[in-house]
């Protein structure tokens, strides 16, 4: 990349990304205030405010979104006429789950073969860098050719929504020609890769209640309904044999065109371990990007520890249902509370209940945008050719966006590839995608500008 003048001030700007990640990673920004203190969301908040004011952003503002948390926004003004470009991400992280189990704390940014670790370097505080870096690329090589908006979300690993009713309700403040997501990532590195659909998602509470109070096993066991054993029952009715997501009336036969994801590479990826298989039909891509998929999260039961011999009264789960682009998330809900109650057995009483929802997302890839993506990304890594993916998880915001802006084009890209296991413990960044997706990023406003 060394002939491209993009692609040297990047480069030149890397060790001072590296020390503002530093900066960044070490707040504590998850936004759960039961576990982690609001000063350290607000810490970032504030950061990232005062970073777009450096780089001369006008109307920096920090909005009070209605799940109780600030999204981050600033102006940049482009040329008379110039087209409007909405670059996203957020400066929110997950928790850092078991803090022993990291080799390095996930709080300090620690470069180790090869890899930035810290929580949030990639998911998404690395997103947030990126479109700095961009911006400075362009301003160093005689200006910025489009008006830019930047929103810097502060919930969405919590899912709460915040942001999206803040555009409801304030829908001027976002609107623009294309959208540039920052919180997705390639294939694998190296491989420069659009996100171009994402799935819905629904959470369903379940709770199954048999008797009015717990009972001796041996006196009542064998006759009396188990609530824990019918609840059993009835996350098993959601799998086929073969492990395939079984709602009555949701159809799950649609299949994915587009990158293909080898079994091989994936059992890599998720760290299947030796002799266990996958579970499913059909290609991989085809089950995590273009069918629904239902997971348990979580079991109200007692804990195997201190466990009496008593035959359970109640017995509680928290259900997720994924569903691809064309299925609406409202309706799966209503088909899996359903299938929940109808699968309940022995009469057993059931009581289901919607806790959250996103809708799935399509991208038109035959837009302007892309096409002006395809060339960036293609100077930005040599040789290769921009692909299109899809992702399993959700981004409720890119369906708000879509409703509210129906002409805008919407790409995602970002820094999530595989190797840098977001969500998990010892995330990390490569430092190498973070420069060349930079690149990409700022030679796509440019020629996006130009087109």
């Not at 395809?374 to 050719?385: C, I, L, N, Q």
Request: proline content about 6%; some cysteine.
């Amino acid at each position: 990349m060394s002939s491209n003048p993009v692609a040297e001030t990047v480069a030149s700007l890397l060790p001072r990304a590296k020390a503002e990640l530093t900066e960044l990673v070490a707040f504590k920004s998850v936004a759960d205030f039961d576990q982690f203190p609001r000063s350290e969301s607000e810490g970032a908040a504030n950061w990232v405010a005062d970073a777009l004011r450096a780089e001369g952003f006008q109307d920096v503002a920090l909005l009070d979104t209605p799940d109780g948390t600030q999204s981050v926004y600033g102006f940049l003004p482009g040329p008379e006429g110039a087209r409007t470009v909405l670059l996203y991400a957020h400066y929110d992280v997950q928790p850092p789950l078991d803090e022993a189990a990291w080799t390095t704390p996930p709080f300090e940014l620690t470069e180790r073969d090869g890899r930035w670790y810290g929580r949030g370097a990639a998911d998404c505080k690395g997103g947030v860098i990126m479109h700095l870096l961009a911006l400075r690329a362009l301003k160093a090589g005689g200006g910025v050719p489009v008006n830019v908006k930047v929103i810097a979300e502060g919930s969405e690993e919590q899912g709460t929504g915040g942001l999206e009713r803040y555009a409801e309700q304030h829908p001027e403040l976002l609107a623009a020609d294309t959208i540039v997501i920052g919180d997705a990532g390639n294939f694998r590195v190296g491989l420069p890769t659009v996100t171009t659909t994402l799935r819905g998602m629904t959470l369903v509470r379940v709770q199954i209640d048999t008797l009015e109070g717990n009972l001796h096993s041996g006196q009542f066991g064998g006759a009396a309904p188990d609530a824990l054993a019918a609840l059993i029952r009835v996350l098993d009715s959601l799998r086929a044999e073969d492990g395939s997501t079984t709602v009555d009336g949701l159809a799950p036969e649609t299949s994915w065109e587009g990158l293909e994801y080898t079994e091989e590479q994936f059992r890599s990826d998720a760290k299947v371990l030796d002799g266990v298989g996958l579970i499913g039909e059909g290609s991989v891509a085809d089950r995590i990007w273009a069918r629904p998929s239902v997971t348990v999260l979580g079991i109200d039961a007692p804990p195997v520890v201190g466990a009496t011999p008593s035959v359970q009264a109640s017995a509680r789960a928290l259900v997720s249902l994924r569903v691809p682009p064309g299925v609406d998330a409202a309706e799966a809900a209503k088909l899996l509370q359903a299938h929940l109650e109808a699968h309940t057995p022995w009469g057993a009483r059931v009581r289901t209940e919607q806790i959250g929802q996103g809708q799935a997302f399509r991208a038109d890839t035959s837009s302007p945008a892309y096409r002006a993506m395809a060339e960036a990304m293609a100077v930005a890594y040599p040789g290769e050719t921009m692909q299109y993916a899809g992702q399993g998880g959700s981004i409720p915001l890119c369906n708000t966006l879509a409703g509210l802006y129906p002409d805008a084009e919407i790409l995602l890209i970002g820094l999530s590839e595989p190797e840098a296991q977001i969500h998990a413990v010892n995330e990390s960044v490569s430092p190498e995608e973070l420069e060349r997706l930079s690149v990409a990023e700022a030679l796509f406003l440019r020629n996006y500008a130009a087109g």
